[in-house]
């Protein structure tokens, strides 16, 4: 069975379970109201990463698991044990590295599926109770956005790879000018002063492709049509919604920059610190995946402008109410 | 050679550091230079050695040198002439000399330098330019004023004695150059050469040539080999991965560039001045065996005074934050190598920060001049160009001082360097002193350790540079083995010891050329022969040793089973008793040594409740089993438990768990690698 048609067959199983949706309206698309799938987004995302772990500790364990200091060890400053661990096992890393790189692909493509499951929480209501619907509720219009989706990802991917490597490209050619003419300090400076244009280009396709994806979720767009649709929506605001996205962007830093403080101050080891300093990687991360959902709540209203007066019919097979239909956003936070 | 902050209040009370901005000024007194002060004729002269009578103030003159080079930088090209002095300290009468041509090892590929690999190591690529040097005159004053020409005679190609591999790598090489004299020259007598050579450089490849309109000119001129004193010539080809050996001598260099150009070079300027368009300027320093300089036409440049000698940094514009942590390193390390191996004799110390186009000269020492390297931002992350600095400082001891054969013995330069430099910067940052980040703090040290262990069973250290295969096992070896085999023997034996074996030999072969034995001699006055010979074994037959816990047995103490003959009586014990509540506790660790180097160790004994004891053992058989009688259940040995053995082949062994006791798991590990993990998958998540 091809991948299409698995995904056609989950999909058709799904809809006879599916709840009728009906679009919210634009300024009730908001990632504060739906703390739960803040948390079923998080539980996904920790899973995948708990693999990871399990992984890398198991190689500590097999060496440091009967140590009487556990594997504090390999956090003494000067890091010694630490380099003699990694060099007894080397025969660890490809299996670790295979399993890394799984996980980073499964986030990559198979993330598609819970962002589009997250999204359409976000931005529909079941139609009886006017709830956030549940996954179940959701599924089939996730799972019939996933093709939709991949597409824009991989397009959005390939315009940013196009404006890297011409922006490497420029970068390298400014910087040979400048560091004859000025000197290599000016070189770097004028590559950097490039670099940052091209990481602002590439950031403004990366919004386009998030917009894009919106569309498909919010709109049941196709590809194309969600193209458009995210086109239309930076024409309309072409500095508030990267603005939205880069101050979104920078914020999710500022979590993992305070944990990273607390954590260096807080010297014990002992069970209890541990208790606490995974408390707070883990409000880290579930801060960080709040910010994301923002945005994505952010994308789904500026896209609501498009939203076609079928989108409630094509979510649920029966005809949208007319009322349910969402209004156009200004762009204001979620 | 290298393969590849700011100081505090402490910092401030151990030096005097001056620093002075500006650009440089080239031929004025407003640049720095000395002016036309009273040449330095010799080492010591300026200050009172540490320990005054106990350092030799000079080295035995053996070559001097008196040269006039010009720079033609847009041809990258240098003309020289000169005379050479030379005089056979050897027992026994010369009938040949030996020069070393070192640029034409990039003259073409058929050179030894460019046929041999070199994996790992910088100065792998083909020159875009290649050099060459070539002699236009070579001649000997005779005693009646006769000369005779010498150049007629010179053997430039010939095949080498020593290996069959060598002399196909040699036949065409042009670096080792042979001339045969006309008359003998008998031990104790003088004779002088009338020399005339042109360079052309090559792109900047391993330590030499120009990029643009920096050039970096080291190993430039026709260099007398080092005649042994059994009046044997310590000749060889420019190998890739070797260095030099030469004989001590004064240098008196008068250097010659366009305005505009800025010099630095070997020893201080005794004579500056403007003519015609360009700038002359003359270096004179003895008790010296190089004489490298550089000239560029945009360097900035810094001063500072540190313990009495003058530091001037040269580097690219833009270049500031380096040059503040250079002078601040040489401003904690200069003192420290003095107070450590003897005080740095001479009166200047140029610093040459490349420009990152010739990264490749970065990185190297010649008498009193080091280059370094590093990104014009800093570096706040690692030490990186701290550690640069520190390694070519601490080459003018080893290298600069004791001259040792370092294409023969490169441990001893290297190596000994690598050690010194670990410590100077174990005593700047401690643990932090390789890598400083949030949550990762990595040691020099450690790292030595950890790229010692991996190649410790390839090769012997203590061979010369040309018998290593690759750049990357002679760096490990060389290098980081051997730092790691001396802090090895720092740890185990002490401060004082330490200081009483390589701060002895540093002061002891100060300007002289001091061999492997020398060195092993060194440690067994002064640690003693157990710590001598595991020097040697370390150094020559490949050395190793690992500890490790195999077993930690602890039990309440009981009768013992089995059949007993008291009082005239048998007895039977069947079962084991439990021993009385509170009772003692008795058990033992069993500690196993493999490999064939010898260390005294510590072994921790780790009880319940927390409680620690410690154990002695002098790590002399293959295994020593400890007992244990006590109060508190043991549960767990740890031998080495600080460290000290940095030789210790695999840490992962060091220690054992009593069986029903239970263990802790790699917890952290768990929860540092799934939080990294996390941050990852939501930083990939659409």
């Not at chain 1, 739960?36 to 198991?58: I, N, P, Q, R, Y």
């Not at chain 1, 000197?183 to 400076?189: C, P, R, Y």
């Not at chain 2, 798991?665 to 998958?681: D, F, I, K, P, Q």
Request: glycine content about 10%; some cysteine.
């Amino acid at each position: 069975m091809s991948a299409m048609a698995s995904l056609e067959a989950a999909d058709a199983g799904a809809r006879r379970h599916a709840a009728e949706l009906v679009a919210l309206p634009a300024e009730s698309v908001r990632a504060r109201l739906r703390p739960w799938t803040v948390v079923t987004l998080f539980a996904w995302e920790a899973s995948l990463a708990l693999v990871v772990g399990t992984s890398v500790a198991s190689v500590a364990g097999q060496a440091y698991g009967r140590h009487p200091d556990g594997d504090a060890p390999l956090f003494a400053p000067g890091s010694l044990a630490l380099l003699d661990l990694l060099r007894h096992s080397v025969a660890a890393v490809a299996p670790v590295a295979t399993t890394l790189f799984l996980v980073a692909l499964l986030a990559r493509l198979g993330g598609l599926l819970p962002a589009a499951v997250a999204s359409t929480q976000m931005a529909f209501a079941t139609a009886r109770t006017r709830r956030a619907p549940s996954i179940r509720d959701v599924a089939a219009r996730a799972l019939g956005a996933v093709p939709a989706m991949f597409t824009v990802t991989m397009l959005a991917f390939a315009l940013e790879a196009t404006v890297v490597l011409l922006g490497v490209a420029l970068a390298g050619s400014v910087s040979t000018w400048a560091t004859g003419r000025f000197g290599e300090a000016e070189g770097d400076e004028a590559a950097l002063g490039v670099g940052l244009v091209v990481m602002a280009l590439a950031g403004f396709v990366g919004v386009g492709g998030d917009l894009a994806k919106a569309s498909v979720v919010r709109n049941d767009a196709r590809a194309l049509t969600a193209v458009e649709s995210s086109i239309a929506a930076l024409s309309a605001h072409p500095i508030a919604l990267p603005y939205s996205a880069a101050w979104r962007g920078a914020a999710s830093l500022v979590p993992v920059a305070l944990a990273a403080t607390l954590t260096t101050y807080l010297t014990a080891r002992g069970p209890t610190a541990m208790i606490v300093i995974a408390a707070i990687h883990q409000t880290v991360v579930i801060v960080r995946v709040a910010i994301r959902m923002s945005w994505m709540a952010k994308a789904l209203r500026a896209v609501s402008r498009g939203v076609s007066p079928s989108a409630t019919a094509a979510a649920t097979g029966r005809p949208a109410r007319s009322g349910a239909q969402g209004a156009p956003s200004r762009g204001r936070g979620a | 050679m290298l393969r590849a902050r700011a100081a505090g209040a402490a910092l401030s009370a151990l030096v005097a550091l001056v620093v002075a901005g500006g650009e440089a000024e080239p031929g004025s007194t407003e640049a720095g230079l000395p002016g036309n002060g009273p040449p330095v004729l010799g080492a010591g002269a300026h200050m009172t050695p540490r320990g005054a009578g106990a350092l030799r103030e000079h080295a035995e003159d053996v070559v001097d040198y008196t040269l006039r080079a010009s720079l033609d930088p847009r041809a990258h090209t240098v003309h020289g002439e000169g005379s050479i002095r030379f005089r056979n300290t050897s027992a026994v009468a010369v009938r040949e000399l030996w020069l070393h041509l070192y640029l034409n090892a990039f003259k073409n590929e058929r050179s030894a330098f460019l046929r041999e690999p070199a994996a790992g190591s910088r100065g792998s690529g083909l020159p875009t330019d290649w050099g060459t040097i070539d002699l236009r005159a070579l001649s000997l004053r005779g005693p009646d004023g006769a000369v005779a020409d010498l150049l007629p005679a010179l053997e430039l190609k010939r095949p080498l004695a020593d290996g069959a591999g060598e002399r196909a790598a040699s036949d065409e090489d042009e670096t080792d150059a042979r001339v045969p004299l006309p008359r003998e020259v008998a031990p104790g007598d003088m004779i002088t050469l009338d020399v005339a050579w042109d360079d052309k450089l090559p792109t900047v490849l391993e330590r030499t040539g120009y990029s643009g309109s920096f050039h970096m000119i080291g190993q430039w001129f026709p260099k007398i080999a080092r005649l042994e004193p059994d009046g044997t010539w310590a000749h060889f080809p420019f190998h890739h991965l070797a260095e030099f050996y030469a004989d001590f001598g004064m240098y008196d260099v008068t250097l010659d560039v366009p305005e505009g150009f800025t010099i630095g070079a070997t020893g201080p300027v005794v004579e500056a001045r403007r003519e015609q368009g360009r700038v002359i300027e003359r270096h004179v320093q003895g008790d010296i065996h190089d004489f490298a300089w550089t000239a560029w036409d945009r360097f900035d440049s810094r001063e500072a005074t540190v313990d009495g000698v003058r530091v001037r940094c040269l580097y690219p514009r833009g270049f500031d934050r380096d040059a503040e942590i250079e002078l601040a390193a040489v401003g904690f390390a200069l003192p420290y190598f003095g107070a450590h191996y003897g005080a740095y004799p001479y009166p200047v110390l140029t610093l040459v920060h490349p420009p990152e186009a010739a990264a490749e000269a970065g990185g190297m020492e010649y008498p009193t001049l080091i280059t370094t390297g590093g990104p014009w931002h800093g570096d706040p992350f690692t030490r990186i160009i701290e550690l640069v600095t520190v390694h070519e400082l601490g080459h003018q001891w080893f290298y600069g001082l004791l001259a040792s054969n370092e294409s023969l013995w490169p441990f001893l330069d290297e190596g000994l360097n690598s050690y010194a430099e670990a410590d100077v910067l174990r005593a700047m940052h401690d643990q932090r002193s390789l890598i400083d980040l949030p949550g990762l703090a990595v040691s020099d040290h450690a790292w030595q350790a950890f790229v010692a262990n991996a190649y410790a069973h390839d090769a012997p250290v203590a061979q010369a540079a040309s018998a290593f295969p690759t750049g990357r096992q002679y760096g490990a070896l060389v290098y980081s083995r051997t730092a790691a085999i001396l802090e090895t023997l720092h740890r185990v034996y002490g401060d004082a010891a330490m200081t009483a074996s390589l701060g002895s030999y540093a002061r002891l072969y100060r300007f002289d050329h001091p061999g492997p034995e020398s060195l092993i001699g060194s440690f067994e006055a002064g640690m003693g022969g157990d710590a001598a010979a595991t020097l040697r074994r370390a150094l020559f037959d490949r050395g190793w040793v690992d500890y490790a816990v195999t077993e930690v047995v602890s039990h309440a103490e009981a009768p013992a089973r089995g059949i007993f003959d008291r009082d005239g009586q048998r007895e039977t014990v069947k079962e084991a008793g439990k021993g009385a509540p509170g009772g003692n506790v008795e058990g033992w660790v069993l500690v196993e040594r493999k490999g064939t180097l010898t260390f005294p160790v510590e072994v921790e004994l780790r009880l319940a409740g927390g409680e620690r004891q410690r154990v002695s053992w002098d790590g002399r058989g293959s295994s020593v089993r400890i007992p244990y009688h006590g109060h508190a259940a043991l549960e767990a040995a740890v031998v080495d438990p600080d460290h000290a053995v940095l030789l210790d082949d695999d840490l992962t062994n060091n220690q054992s768990t009593a069986r029903d006791v239970s263990t802790r798991g790699a917890t952290r590990v768990l929860e540092e690698a799934t939080y990294a993990a996390e941050l990852l998958v939501e930083g990939l998540s659409p």
